[in-house]
């Protein structure tokens, strides 16, 4: 069982003006804060964003993503249309995957400091 995932950060100010909103469409809020990190999650932390500890720039991981579970097509589209109006960028627009599975439906977005996250719902149905 995985207890939480980190990615790292240029900037923390950075990450949570944008963190803030696009995760809030997930119901996930900013639980822990300080000047070298941010901590998201419901009840406990679940993902979190880091400047390095080596010192070093925080840089994205080739083929590396996080995908966080939406309740359904409207909230995938919502968490992209967040992420896209705040800094973020376009990674893949929301859509059904059918390599995947005939249901799966997400979308793909590189955070401003170019990590790759996603959200996701296997109910391709529209509410």
Request: glycine share 12%; hydrophobic share 40%.
């Amino acid at each position: 069982m995985i207890h939480h995932v980190s990615l790292g950060t240029n900037d923390v100010k950075r990450a949570r003006a944008f963190y803030d909103l696009v995760l809030g469409v997930l119901g996930l809020r900013l639980l822990q804060e300080d000047d070298k990190s941010l901590d998201y999650g419901v009840a406990t932390i679940m993902f979190s964003l880091e400047t390095p500890v080596d010192g070093k720039a925080a840089s994205a991981g080739n083929g590396i993503h996080v995908a966080f579970v939406a309740q359904g097509p409207d909230m995938v589209d919502e968490f992209y249309r967040m992420a896209v109006a705040n800094g973020g960028s376009d990674d893949g627009a929301p859509g059904i995957r059918p390599e995947y599975n005939r249901n799966y439906y997400g979308a793909f977005v590189r955070d401003p400091d170019g990590n790759k996250i996603e959200a996701v719902t296997h109910s391709a149905r529209r509410t």
